[in-house]
């Protein structure tokens, strides 16, 4: 069961504070993003990786307070669809700062980057290296290879994107021909990835294609983005930034030596995941027998507005709630009329007996991938709110 946690394992008391007074004056549910822990993560990410470049993966959190203030810090941008590319070019982004990560895409979308001036492009695909070939002429392609690590990531992202490292290779001699600039290998590793080692097994094949390019076709790459994956603090804790960092840079540099590429990163969880607290309400509390053992806390937040990574039970929010009694087995679920909108059954959360109807709870480390996937209407729910200290 797991027992009640620590607040201080995952915030300063300067910045719980912060966040709880402004959560104290709203209406559940919504989520309370810091901004300051956002600055500080990307701070230590510049740090842990002085040789990168980075991307911040829109998709984790497309909120225009967060878009400004990692575009103040000189942010680039991966994005995913025209309406993130509208979105970030509205705070005066320019072109060269923004990457089309999305390996699925319509060529008249292609074209539209193209318009607007982008000039990166990733693929995995001969059908999309040749819609890019005719709406984006001349543009720098990056081609995603499939990696290992499904195991490990607690959000895979594997074998929807990416190819073979033979279809990658063909990929690019064919980027060529096409007048397109082979400009490089992207991978992913996985969402929440704890295995650091699943960045050495990429790195390494990133290197095979660059080696075999160059001998064989006389194509020099120049650049491997790594994408995202690093962890951010959820009911089991990562192992810091720095760690990452140290390590995966000692990949790079056993494989590239003196000839290291440009590097990208695409963080998107890392940033804002643990800026975020959504706060929920409690709506009911019931059993399903007179002598079950387990309680029910339905809450007025649930898969369909903002938890919807506790599909499957991948990811395990730490939840904080005020009151301290004996604690029993809870299963969570959420307000809406679909059997499926159940966060926590198999992995029992230990809450309070006296917690009560109307008691908060604070969903820790939710400030990524929770308004982004909220739905628009289910249930005739609004999606969720957010608010930025
Ligand atoms: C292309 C791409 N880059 C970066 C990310 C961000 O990954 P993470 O949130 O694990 O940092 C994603 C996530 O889906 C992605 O699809």
């Not at 990696?147 to 980027?175: H, I, N, Y």
């Not at 000839?259 to 706060?279: F, H, K, Q, T």
Request: charged fraction near 25%.
């Amino acid at each position: 069961m797991q027992q009640r946690i620590d607040i201080n394992d995952y915030f300063s008391p300067d910045t719980f504070k912060r966040i709880k007074d402004l959560a104290d004056t709203k209406e559940t549910p919504f989520v309370v993003i810091d901004k300051a822990t956002v600055s500080e993560h990307f701070d230590d990410l510049v740090r842990g990786f002085p040789i990168a470049k980075i991307y911040y993966a829109v998709k984790a959190n497309p909120a225009d307070e967060l878009i400004a203030l990692l575009n103040d810090k000189g942010s680039n941008f991966d994005i995913a669809s025209i309406y993130e590319l509208d979105k970030v070019m509205k705070h005066g982004v320019g072109p060269e700062r923004i990457s089309f990560g999305n390996t699925i895409k319509k060529s008249k979308d292609i074209r539209y980057f193209y318009d607007k001036g982008i000039r990166l492009f990733a693929t995995d695909s001969e059908a999309d290296l040749r819609n890019i070939a005719k709406a984006a002429p001349g543009s720098n392609v990056y081609v995603r290879i499939l990696t290992e690590g499904s195991q490990t990531a607690d959000w895979p992202l594997s074998r929807k994107f990416g190819c073979q490292t033979d279809m990658a290779m063909d990929l690019l001699v064919m980027a060529r021909d096409l007048g397109l600039t082979p400009y490089g290998i992207s991978f992913h590793v996985g969402s929440q990835q704890r295995d650091i080692g699943v960045w050495d097994a990429a790195i390494g094949k990133a290197k095979v294609i660059f080696e075999r390019l160059k001998e064989e076709d006389g194509i020099t790459l120049k650049m491997i983005n790594m994408g995202g994956g690093f962890p951010a603090n959820y009911v089991t804790k990562a192992n810091s930034l720095t760690t990452y960092a140290e390590e995966i840079t000692r990949f790079l540099e056993e494989d590239f030596g003196d000839e290291m590429p440009e590097i990208i990163l695409e963080p998107g969880r890392s940033l804002v995941a643990n800026a975020g607290i959504l706060v929920s309400e409690v709506v009911l509390i019931s059993k399903k027998s007179h002598t079950a053992m387990n309680r029910w806390i339905f809450t007025d937040v649930g898969k369909f507005s903002g938890l919807i990574e506790t599909m499957d039970e991948c990811i395990k929010y730490p939840i904080y709630v005020e009151k301290t009694g004996e604690l029993e087995e809870a299963v969570i679920a959420g307000p809406t009329c679909d059997s499926a909108d159940i966060m926590y059954e198999n992995y029992l959360y230990g809450l309070p007996l006296n917690l009560a109807i109307g008691d908060r709870m604070y969903w820790i480390s939710t400030g990524a991938y929770t308004t982004s996937y909220s739905a628009v209407e289910f249930n005739g729910f609004p999606p969720l709110k957010d608010y930025y200290v």
